[in-house]
């Protein structure tokens, strides 16, 4: 995480921290790593030159291995091969590609979404 991505968070624990009714800091919290997972949405459907849908394992291999022309990965067990984020960890890692860049970025933004918000909006009782 990077200390642009640490800023926001950093201040959401502080307001829980003193301020226990931080919940309209934790929603703002939300939009932004939403809007941060859609804009690196945006930047993958420009690079690839259409939209797609990029949860879908089979909409990420076809952009990859036919469209994108990138190396395999290693074959997962019911769905041709895989997408989950360690192997495209290690494709990005060895391809730098822009469009992976994007993917794994949105992925972040969508973890940090969940972890660091929505949890703690919950946990605000």
């Known amino acids: 995480m990077?200390?642009?991505?640490?800023a926001p968070v950093v201040a959401g624990l502080c307001v829980l921290d003193t301020d226990h009714p931080g919940r309209e800091h934790l929603?703002?919290?939300r939009q932004y790593y939403t809007a941060q997972a859609q804009d690196c949405a945006d930047a993958a459907y420009e690079v690839l030159g259409r939209p797609l849908d990029l949860d879908s394992p089979q909409h990420l291999q076809i952009a990859l291995f036919e469209e994108l022309d990138l190396p395999l990965t290693t074959a997962s067990s019911d769905q041709g091969y895989s997408t989950d984020s360690d192997?495209?960890?290690e494709?990005?890692?060895?391809?730098?590609?822009p469009f992976l860049a994007h993917v794994l970025d949105r992925r972040h933004a969508l973890h940090m979404c969940d972890q660091l918000t929505t949890r703690l909006t919950g946990a605000l009782v």
């Open 2 to 6: 990077t200390d642009t991505e640490r």
């Open 27 to 29: 929603t703002s919290l």
């Open 87 to 89: 192997a495209l960890q």
């Open 91 to 97: 494709l990005f890692a060895a391809t730098r590609h």
